[in-house]
C-alpha cells in the first residue's frame, strides 16, 4: 500500500509550515508531530481540502503529549 499525503490543521500556531504536509500509512493512523518538549497529534475526522491542486485529506489537531523522560 502507498503512502497517503495529508495537510495537518489546527495545533500550535508555532509548527513550521513544513511541517504541516505529511505522509500517513493509511487516513486511519494518527499522525504525531515532535515540537518542543512534546508531540503535536493529529487524526483525520472525514473531511479533504484542495491544496496545490490536490485533493488531501484533513488531519485535525486532537491533542498534545510530553516527551517521557
Avoid: C
Wanted: zero cysteines; charged letters at 20%.
Amino acid at each position: 500500500m502507498s503512502p497517503v499525503k495529508v495537510v495537518l490543521v489546527g495545533g500550535p500556531a508555532n509548527l513550521p509550515a513544513e511541517s504541516r504536509v505529511q505522509q500517513v500509512g493509511t487516513v486511519t493512523d494518527t499522525v504525531k508531530v515532535p515540537l518542543g518538549a512534546g508531540y503535536e497529534h493529529f487524526r483525520h475526522q472525514g473531511e479533504n481540502t484542495t491544496v496545490e491542486g490536490e485533493d488531501l485529506p484533513v488531519f485535525r489537531w486532537v491533542m498534545h503529549t510530553a516527551i517521557a523522560e
